[in-house]
């Protein structure tokens, strides 16, 4: 899947709101508030998460490899990746997020990896 950071993931942007993407993709198989305020909408394979006000925070979405700058990275691969290029890149929690990249994921739970928006990474900056 092609990543843009911070803009989109496949053909997919991350500056959809709330009320856009329930017009867009229909009611989601599940809608709750998460532990840390979120509201969650699970599509099954793609899981996004809005803030109070709407706006997009970070998407959950299974992904086998990623595709940035034309360097395609097998999940497998990509905490590696990241701790080459992104000098940046913090563990929270057992999760590798990459400000470089935009994204944060598990490395124990392939292939699930979440896609963040500017005001998601700050989030994660902040738990």
């Known amino acids: 899947m092609k990543l843009l ?3 989109y993931i496949a053909d997919f942007t991350l ?8 017009k867009i993709s229909g009611s989601p198989s599940r809608k709750e508030t998460n532990a840390v305020g979120l509201l969650e909408l699970d599509y ?4 996004y998460r809005f803030d109070q006000v709407g706006d997009l925070n970070e998407l959950t979405i299974k992904c086998e ?3 940035v700058e034309g ?8 905490q590696g990746y990241i701790t080459e290029v992104d000098g940046g890149a913090f563990d929270k929690y057992g999760f ?3 400000p470089l990249l935009g994204v944060a994921f598990d490395p124990e739970h392939k292939p699930w990896l979440t896609v963040l928006t500017k005001k998601g990474l700050g989030s994660w900056s902040k738990v």
């Open 65 to 67: 490899a990623v595709e």
């Open 5 to 7: 950071p911070y803009k």
């Open 71 to 78: 360097v395609v990275i097998p999940f497998a691969h990509l």
């Open 44 to 47: 099954g394979s793609k899981v």
């Open 15 to 22: 500056e959809i709101g709330e009320i856009d993407l329930v």
């Open 96 to 98: 590798c997020v990459s």
